[in-house]
């Protein structure tokens, strides 16, 4: 069964960085585009970034872009977001999800990882 843990969350103050990882199994990593998305306190999920199979293409929602960087080791089955110059919005459960063979749909994603950014 498709099995996706993330890891690397934690408590970080504004202007720090997190790397975020996610440990995928149950599938055939490499041939799924993967994507982390996020929820923040009292709001709904929120689509933060994008990887193609090959991690040749990457993309961004614009509240993070130039900030953070999404990553993947398809030999390791592992996905990752390193995170710069976090800010107190990025504040959030953040889950890495497996795509489909829609673009931009996922159908499954992980218990998540809380990051919490404050001084």
């Known amino acids: 069964q498709v099995q996706l843990v993330e890891s690397g969350g934690g408590l970080v103050q504004p202007g720090g960085s997190l790397r975020l990882s996610c440990a995928a199994s149950?599938?055939?990593?490499?041939?799924?585009?993967m994507y982390w998305v996020r929820q923040a306190p009292g709001k709904g999920l929120e689509w933060v970034s994008a990887?193609?199979?090959?991690?040749?293409?990457?993309y961004y929602a614009d509240s993070v872009k130039g900030r953070f960087t999404i990553s993947r080791d398809n030999a390791k089955n592992t996905l990752y977001l390193q995170m710069n110059s976090l800010k107190s919005e990025d504040t959030a459960v953040y889950y890495c999800?497996?795509?489909?063979?829609?673009?931009?749909?996922?159908?499954?994603w992980g218990q998540g990882t809380q990051v919490t950014v404050s001084s």
């Open positions: 999800a497996k795509g489909t063979v829609v673009a931009g749909d996922y159908d499954y």
């Open positions: 149950g599938f055939t990593f490499s041939s799924y585009w």
């Open positions: 990887i193609n199979t090959g991690g040749g293409s990457t």
